[in-house]
T-cell receptor, first 113, second 112 residues
Framework: KQEVTQIPAALSVPEGENLVLNCSFTDSAIYNLQWFRQDPGKGLTSLLLIQSSQREQTSGRLNASLDKSSGRSTLYIAASQPGDSATYLCAVSGRDSNYQLIWGAGTKLIIKP | NAGVTQTPKFQVLKTGQSMTLQCAQDMNHEYMSWYRQDPGMGLRLIHYSVGAGITDQGEVPNGYNVSRSTTEDFPLRLLSAAPSQTSVYFC???????????FGEGSRLTVL
């Protein structure tokens, strides 16, 4: 059974730092992996989707990598800003017929001005 | 472009009452789903639909019904509300079953 883990649960860094958020999964037979951010009291916003055949995806200051063999994805945020403060979640879609995403519990990121 | 629209944003019910959470998307997405989010439990899938007329159960379907009569709408019905259904409910849609997922703003439900 696929399990998705995000460590740490919370992270606080000064503004301007580059940082990495981690997402680990136990079954490497994935179809794709998505990263989302959730602001307090709001819905989730899709940040990046990486297909199983891809190694990384980039959007602005965000770069997501995927290493299926090690069961790991990282979300790199460059030059962090207070507006990046949010909870970041990853979700994995498996290759089987089950469409259900398997979700990590998220990392709560605080960027200190 | 409205995206995924959920109504109401807030609702208070008494135990035993029924209600419907509305979800509509204007992106012509085939896949739609309902999640609930609870502290310490993360996101859990309630029901999903891969197209008009097709629905299926997710991880926590008990106490909820759905229907998909049109591509745009995917309402979630609470048949007889219980305090355990106090939660934040999110509707989400994507172009395909494993595509990029777009979420609504959420509906916060309290059952007394």
């Amino acid at each position: 059974k696929q399990e998705v883990t995000q460590i740490p649960a919370a992270l606080s860094v000064p503004e301007g730092e580059n940082l990495v958020l981690n997402c680990s999964f136990t079954d490497s037979a994935i179809y794709n992996l998505q990263w989302f951010r959730q602001d307090p009291g709001k819905g989730l916003t899709s940040l990046l989707l990486i297909q199983s055949s891809q190694r990384e995806q980039t959007s602005g200051r965000l770069n997501a990598s995927l290493d299926k063999s090690s069961g790991r994805s990282t979300l790199y945020i460059a030059a962090s800003q207070p507006g990046d403060s949010a909870t970041y979640l990853c979700a994995v879609s498996g290759r089987d017929s089950n469409y259900q995403l398997i979700w990590g519990a998220g990392t709560k990121l605080i960027i200190k001005p | 472009n409205a995206g995924v629209t959920q109504t109401p944003k807030f609702q208070v019910l008494k135990t035993g009452q029924s209600m419907t959470l509305q979800c509509a998307q204007d992106m012509n997405h085939e896949y739609m789903s309902w999640y609930r989010q609870d502290p310490g439990m993360g996101l859990r899938l309630i029901h999903y639909s891969v197209g008009a007329g097709i629905t299926d159960q997710g991880e926590v379907p008990n106490g909820y019904n759905v229907s998909r009569s049109t591509t745009e709408d995917f309402p979630l019905r609470l048949l007889s509300a219980a305090p355990s259904q106090t939660s934040v409910y999110f509707c989400a849609s994507s172009y395909s079953v494993r595509g990029e997922l777009f979420f609504g703003e959420g509906s916060r439900l309290t059952v007394l």
